[in-house]
């Protein structure tokens, strides 16, 4: 369930038409096709500067959001983070996993379980961070 088919993930951005077929979107989605974990903003930034600029960046980021495409969380020290979506459509995301975070190498992987939120008489939730940290598979060898 985390890892879904970037074949799957390009066709279906392409067949979008809210998304135009840019260079700079299909240098994002490498970006995300050549990573099984999640990706922080800064990380991004770094990687593509000499195919697009931050704003770029950042607005790409926003608008495959808003279409279903990535989701976005905090780290633990209050970065943005994006890691791909498997069930999630335009303007309505299920994602509800926890990310955890490796301490030691600070890599976040999405995790596959799914937290039950209760409602809370009153309140409106509009996002919920749920992050895990410790020592990732590799570093707690
Ligand atoms: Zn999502
Ligand atoms: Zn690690
Ligand atoms: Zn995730």
Known sequence: MKKICFCNLVALVLCMPIIRKTKSVKALLTSFEHSDNAISVKA??????????KTTVYRILERLEEDGIIHSFMDKDGLKWYARCSNCSPGHHTDSHPH??????????????????????????QSTNFLLIGECAECSL
């Open 44 to 53: 991004l930034i770094k990687q593509l500067h000499q195919k697009m600029n």
């Open 100 to 125: 955890f975070q490796c301490s030691d190498c600070g890599k976040i992987e999405c995790l596959t379980f799914e937290v039950k939120i209760p409602s809370l008489p009153n309140h409106k939730i």
